[in-house]
């Protein structure tokens, strides 16, 4: 029975933390603290049940302690918002060195498409059915663009193919 749980646990924690930080940055254009420190706790919750090794757990680590020291250079530039930095952390911790590199370029081009269809959005009045105050704020010239969004699509493509993923099944097997 706890088999069970764990697996499930390891299929659907990640994806839901992806979907609610995504969907907050896109409807607030905030990424919480607490999504970031629940992808932190996760992950140390799921790398204690799968029983990983401690060479990639030290990878794993090293690659989310990387990404939190570049993104907050990036961020002290102002290239970047802190709760970015931190979501992006929180997802490195667990695509880990696998798949780091085609997480940065899905991120890159999700987020420079998103970034192309914003700028176009915000030369033109939106009609008049689409003005929810969400749209209205996301369409404001000169307001930042919610690249959380990108981070969580380029996870949730990746993710299935992680050893995340492997392991959830096989405690469900």
Known sequence: MLGMIYGWFLIFAFPMLMAFGAASDLVAMRLSNRVALLLIVGF???AFFVDIDMSHLIDH???GGSTLLVCFAIFAVGWFAGGDAK???G????IGPESALLWIIYTSLLGGAMAL???KLR???LPEFLRYEWLLNLCVPGSGVPYGIAMATAALILFP???WMKSGFAFLV
């Not at 997802?91 to 667990?94: E, G, Q, R, V």
């Open 117 to 119: 269809v914003l700028l």
């Open 87 to 89: 979501f992006a952390t």
């Open 61 to 63: 680590l090293i690659y």
């Open 123 to 125: 030369k033109h009045p």
């Open 91 to 94: 997802i490195m911790l667990w």
């Open 161 to 163: 193919s992680t050893h």
């Open 44 to 46: 140390g919750l799921a």
